[in-house]
């Protein structure tokens, strides 16, 4: 009789290494998208030339958001290649994948030295970076909590969002310092691609050290067959997912908007407004490892319910504070206070979801749920926000539309099932 294959047994802890090959696709799609947003003006300008700036500015953003179309795709595809054949082969191919738009951006000669085939190959890397950047959430997930001991599962897992504010931050700082030292024209003619060489220098080592990562699901654990009851927990999980992941998404779209409120919106100065992402990139990769570390002694749903109750509270009262004083200070300090509350629970939302999830269908039903959330709420919200705020004359819509969807995403966050294998502490959302 052959014997069957189980899983590698639990580690006592992950290695830097181990973590780093997990997030390090994920903190690049981060950093890329926050950088195309800094600079679409001078990417617009090199790969778009229209009739106005205006006209080239649209034409860069429209080309920005098609990478939210092949989200979907991906997800279902790469993601349900983790179920099948591995969560190790899926983290390759996504990575290699993502390689190719952030080389795009990084070497592709502009249209006055080209012509069409430019924004063509813009385009195409684009579409091919949305198809891996849909494949890419779900297999390293599921690697994190299936590699991590499962007493640390809630800290190593909130790595996935951590490692979001880490690009954040980063890119931050790049693109201040650029903004700062930099002349307009430099800024055009090359400077906004610095961000994207610094990304393409790092995608060697992302590929050597997820090469060396050690796979997670047996095979044994492939397409395994579920019960009823395993199969009523599954849709549960999704949908309550769904929700909490509209939430979290919504959040991250406004916080992504930010400096350009800050500074459009608000009329900021920009280097003041690019401490909006700064901000947002320090107090949120230091909430969502606390919250993950929490979420190990206390449970989940008490680091997911309780925090996001306090965020859902303070939201309006810290915009209406930073619309009337317009200061630095105010900018700051909105930031950090809703960035904290914010990231306290999402990293930690993830993890439950995850682990909601039966392995043998993990990587793939994750993967399509944050995908089609991401590609719904945050790929609109920076328009749907300043499209109201035109209509309406109203600068607090970015707080309405997070409140409304924070509020449902709270809902489904306290309707989801404890998770965490062990609770040292009181649980007082049990």
């Not at 430019?118 to 195409?124: G, S, T």
């Not at 994750?366 to 035109?390: C, D, E, H, R, S």
Request: charged share 10%.
């Amino acid at each position: 009789m052959t014997a069957q294959v189980q899983s590698p047994p639990a580690p006592t802890r992950l290695t830097v290494r181990q973590v780093a090959a997990a997030v390090v696709g994920n903190a690049l799609e981060f950093f890329d998208f926050i950088s195309y947003a800094f600079f679409a003006v001078q990417i617009g300008q090199t790969f778009f030339p229209g009739h106005s700036a205006f006209q080239s500015l649209m034409l860069s953003l429209m080309t920005f958001g098609v990478g939210f179309i092949g989200r979907p795709v991906g997800a279902v595809v790469i993601g349900a290649y983790g179920d099948r054949v591995g969560r190790k082969p899926a983290m390759i191919l996504s990575f290699l994948m993502m390689s190719v738009g952030v080389l795009a951006m990084a070497v592709t000669p502009s249209y006055a030295q080209i012509g069409m085939a430019a924004p063509i190959i813009v385009l195409v890397a684009r579409l091919v970076q949305g198809f891996a950047l849909g494949g890419e959430v779900g297999p390293t997930t599921a690697f994190l909590i299936e590699a991590s001991p499962p007493l640390r599962r809630g800290f190593y897992g909130c790595w996935q969002y951590g490692s979001q504010n880490l690009a954040h931050l980063a890119a931050g700082l790049i693109g201040l310092a650029l903004a700062s030292y930099m002349s307009a024209a430099t800024l055009s003619a090359w400077g906004w691609r610095i961000p994207f060489l610094i990304g393409a220098c790092v995608l060697p080592v992302g590929f050597l050290i997820r090469s060396g990562l050690t796979e997670t699901l047996a095979p044994t654990e492939r397409r395994a067959p579920r019960t009823p009851e395993d199969q009523a927990a599954f849709r549960r999980a999704v949908i309550l997912g769904f929700a909490m992941l509209c939430s979290t998404t919504v959040s991250f779209g406004v916080f992504t908007f930010m400096t350009t409120y800050a500074a459009a919106i608000l009329h900021m100065p920009q280097k003041i407004a690019f401490g909006a992402t700064i901000t947002w990139g320090a107090f949120g990769l230091m909430a969502s490892l606390a919250g993950g570390a929490l979420s190990d002694r206390f449970g989940r749903k008490v680091v997911m319910v309780w925090p996001r109750l306090a965020f859902l509270v303070l939201i309006l009262p810290c915009f209406i504070w930073l619309a009337r004083a317009r200061t630095a200070e105010a900018l700051i300090l909105t930031v950090a206070v809703l960035t904290t509350l914010s990231c306290l629970s999402a990293g930690v939302g993830l993890v439950c979801l995850t682990e909601s999830i039966p392995k043998s269908v993990r990587s793939g039903s994750l993967a399509t749920t944050y995908a089609i959330a991401i590609a719904v709420f945050n790929g609109t919200v920076q328009l749907l926000v300043t499209w109201l705020i035109k209509v309406t004359g109203d600068v607090l819509w970015p707080a309405y539309y997070m409140a409304g969807a924070t509020a449902l995403g709270l809902i489904a966050m306290a309707l989801m099932r404890e998770t965490a294998p062990v609770k040292r502490g009181l649980n007082w959302a049990a």
